[in-house]
């Protein structure tokens, strides 16, 4: 069972090679660069959890749903400085989608799996379970998945992502009760969860993001997101649980409580667009594109500079003060 998910990674990851990032420059309003909340029944968390063409919205432009894909991204932005202009030049990724019929046939049954089954539960959860109950499960399950997020910024040459990292699992583990609290993001500490991933990790070093794809139950991704399908499962420490059905009772459980938590996003992403799998798919390629490109900015800012800083110039001292 579990050599399935490396299997389905290799496969993809070469076929997906074939296709790269299609871009094309569009200037986007400030406003809209800002990343939101992700989409529990769109996908896993490649989070895992940033937008609509105009033509396929009623409401707002593709870029506004890349957030609802995907969340817990707000750590890895490009910094302010190098963002903050009125008029900032972007790029709008479109994704090769040669599977378009397959995948819609796989969209219609995630959606209704979210409607008929994942909502429900998680609306009952929601009412019985304390908002602060829930946050804390989801912190804890936020702590065990640190190995792939500190593989991840090893992995990227992004050392001091690793420190961070390191020591929020540390602070988090001792002091937070086992990771139900995140007193490592508050106080003087402020270490942030470095979002990323093995997907996220193959695109700064430059592999195409491939085709689209829509998995069952996990939802939109990619040849190249799809290793980090494959490499979150063997990293995380709930995949080890036996028997099979006791690890699928908690990863259900785990899906629950985060969907619990944002309950609203996939109805109004889905509410506002006139083709939503369309939606899902430009929404999907531009938030992933952004992501990598801020760990990329993220790395090049961190990078020690290349030139050396020149040495002052002597003062020159008047020949009528020489001994």
């Known amino acids: 069972m579990k050599s399935y998910p490396v299997i389905v990674a ?37 989070s895992h959890p940033d937008k609509i063409q105009p033509e396929q919205s009623k409401m707002k432009p593709s870029e506004d749903s890349a957030a609802e894909i995907n969340g817990e991204y707000k750590e890895d932005e490009i910094p302010e400085a190098s963002t903050n202009n009125n008029n900032i030049k972007e790029e709008k990724v479109e994704i090769a989608d040669p599977l378009e019929p397959v995948n819609r046939v796989v969209h219609q049954f995630n959606d209704k799996l979210y409607f008929w089954a994942l909502k429900p539960v998680a609306r009952g959860y929601k009412a019985v379970i304390p908002e602060p109950v829930r ?29 961070t990292e390191a020591g929020r699992f540390t602070i988090n583990t001792i002091w937070g009760i086992g990771g139900l609290l995140d007193p490592s993001a508050g106080g003087e500490l402020k270490l942030q969860k470095q979002d990323t991933d093995l997907g996220q990790t193959l695109g700064v070093w430059g592999v195409g993001q491939g085709f689209y794809i829509v998995w069952p139950v996990l939802g939109p991704s990619s040849p190249r997101d799809t290793v980090s399908i494959a490499g979150d499962y063997y990293l995380y420490p ?49 938030y992933r594109f952004k992501k990598i490109k801020a760990r990329k900015a993220k790395l090049n800012l961190s990078a020690p500079a290349t030139q050396p800083a020149e040495p002052a110039n002597p003062k020159k001292i008047p020949e009528g003060e020489i001994k």
């Open 135 to 163: 946050i804390s499960v989801k912190n804890f399950f936020s702590n065990i998945a640190f190995p792939a997020r500190f593989l991840s910024c090893l992995l990227q040459a992004d050392f001091s992502g690793a420190a």
């Open 238 to 286: 709930v995949s080890y649980i036996n028997p099979w059905y006791d690890w699928l009772a908690v990863r259900t459980y785990e899906e629950v409580n985060a969907t619990s938590l944002r309950i609203g996003d996939y109805e109004a992403l889905k509410d506002a667009a006139i083709d939503p799998y369309i939606a899902f798919r430009d929404a999907y390629a531009q």
């Open 10 to 46: 290799v496969i993809f990851l070469v076929a997906g090679f074939a296709y790269g990032e299609q871009t094309t420059p569009v200037v986007l309003p400030q406003e809209l660069s800002a990343p939101q909340q992700t989409l529990a029944a769109s996908g896993a968390d490649q």
